[in-house]
């Protein structure tokens, strides 16, 4: 599921664009639409833009966007949004598109960031992480305060010299950063694609503009 | 609340340590490296990445891993106090737990770019059914970037505009080192403007390799040519193309010169 293709071909097409498919050829059809296609999907996944929590943007769509193709196939054309690599990881597209369960596969719990300051970020990244169960469910914390080795007085994270997002954590002496889970479920989101009917009237322009 | 920190200099961590590792991690223990990178520090990072030009991720990262290795070996087989500061002191610019990190986030992010552009550049070039519909492209912004080249941060936040690094003047300077007459000057304003050059021009590697005396550009002839840069290249149809005077209505559209040793494997070591 990691790569998501959208087929502009003749099974789905409107009768117009089949005849035109016909009349071309595969490849002339390819190249009349080619570029057109490929910019529509990426100004689309542009829009996408920041997430739901409001959040700083980690530019996750952005990503995808760069690497959009179009290929020709054996009836037509496919939109082709190739995976990418996050976080170390490679992801797809598909389990926004589709939705699904993700699981843990290298680890036993997965990690959910739950601050803006861990947004875009693994607990690797945070020193001194420490493990905090409740009853609404198990949190990785990192403390803002911390004692000092040589004079056992209490100082507080990162006052010297971090700046940002790091930074920030001295504003409070206990930040949540992760939620442990042992799963996710997703829904699925049809609109982070754009609609067939934009990407078939795209096609249609560009086919049409050629005949003009 | 917070306790002063005592910094103490240089020599003295030397002085406590037996080798230049020691030393490092002594610094990175107490705290004491930089944290983030610098803007000279990202240039010279995407300096290094330059050489890389469509090379995968992680030979950039086994580099950058490889190059910092190299740099503490070095140092240790010194025995020149002085020359060992030194190391320390340049280590300590570019290196360092979170620096490594930074670096490794960063090479990984522009390596995708340019990998992913690479994609891009084929599609546009390789089929001669494309070629022939959309014989050039148009280079403009996509994606909105908080501090846009042309611009930089002045007292207080402020935006003050920095016109000689905009891209309109990189594309300037790019044309007159491309050798052809295959471009457009640029049309409208800096951000929101664009420029048109046919697939086949020079001035794309120009742009890519930083024409003008620019340090931050990746050597590509495609997105991003630079690091962190939000522009695009998209298709020209060739309706418009002969209507902006790039090319005849029935002249043969020529592909871009591609490198592909260049675009596939590592160019310099």
């Known amino acids: ?16 664009l089949q005849r035109w498919i016909g009349e071309l050829g595969v490849a002339r059809f390819h190249g009349r639409v080619n570029d057109d296609l490929v910019q529509v999907t990426m100004v689309h996944l542009k829009q996408l833009g920041g997430n739901v929590r409001g959040y700083p943007s980690t530019g996750f769509y952005e990503k995808f966007a760069r690497g959009v193709l179009c290929i020709p196939t054996e009836n037509g054309v496919a939109v082709v949004i190739p995976p990418q690599i996050i976080q170390g990881r490679v992801v797809g597209l598909g389990m926004r598109v589709f939705g699904g369960t993700i699981t843990p596969q290298t680890v036993k719990m997965l990690a959910i960031p739950i601050s803006p300051v861990s947004y875009g970020h693994v607990p690797g990244e945070f020193p001194n992480l420490f493990l905090l169960k409740t009853v609404k469910g198990d949190y990785l914390c990192q403390r803002g305060e911390e004692v000092s080795d040589k004079t056992g007085r209490i100082r507080q994270v990162g006052k010297s010299g971090l700046k940002g997002n790091v930074g920030r954590r001295i504003n409070s002496n206990l930040v949540f950063l992760f939620k442990l889970v042992s799963s996710v479920t997703q829904d699925g989101n049809r609109d982070v694609l754009p609609s067939d009917e934009k990407l078939l009237q795209t096609a249609i322009d560009a086919v049409g503009r050629g005949l003009n | 609340m917070g306790l002063r920190r005592h910094r103490p200099p240089q020599q003295m961590i030397l002085g406590d340590s037996s080798t230049v590792a020691q030393a490092l991690q002594k610094l990175q223990a107490e705290g004491k490296l930089p944290q983030g990178l610098s803007c000279e520090q990202l240039a010279k990072l995407s300096r290094a990445i330059q050489k890389y030009s469509g090379e995968v991720s992680d030979r950039i990262i086994k580099k950058i891993l490889a190059d910092w290795k190299d740099k503490i070996q070095a140092a240790q087989s010194l025995t020149d106090p002085a020359a060992q500061r030194g190391v320390i002191y340049d280590l300590t610019q570019f290196v360092g737990n979170e620096e490594i990190a930074n670096s490794i986030r ?29 014989p050039a492209l148009e280079f403009k912004r996509l994606f909105d970037r908080t501090v846009p080249r042309g611009l930089k941060r002045g007292p207080k936040g402020a ?11 990189r594309w300037a300077a790019a044309g007159a080192e491309a050798g052809d007459e295959d471009w457009l000057e640029w049309e409208g304003d800096a951000q929101e403007g664009r420029g048109v050059a046919l697939k086949s021009s020079g001035i794309w590697q120009a742009l890519g390799n930083g024409a003008g005396g620019y340090d ?54």
């Open chain 1, 1 to 16: 599921m990691n790569e998501v293709s959208i087929r502009i071909a003749s099974d789905t097409a409107t009768p117009e």
């Open chain 2, 106 to 134: 960063f090479a990984l992010k522009i390596s995708q770019e340019v990998a992913s552009g690479a994609g891009q550049y084929l599609n546009q070039n390789l089929s001669p059914e494309v070629l022939d519909e959309y």
């Open chain 2, 159 to 169: 935006l003050i505009m920095v016109p000689e690094d905009n891209w309109p003047s």
């Open chain 2, 216 to 269: 931050d550009t990746l050597g590509n002839p495609f997105p991003p040519f630079a690091f962190n840069s939000g522009f695009m290249t998209f298709g020209v149809h060739r309706d418009e193309a002969v209507n902006l005077g790039l090319i005849g209505a029935d002249e043969v559209a020529k592909p871009a010169k591609i490198n592909f040793a260049k675009l596939f494997s590592e160019v310099a070591s």
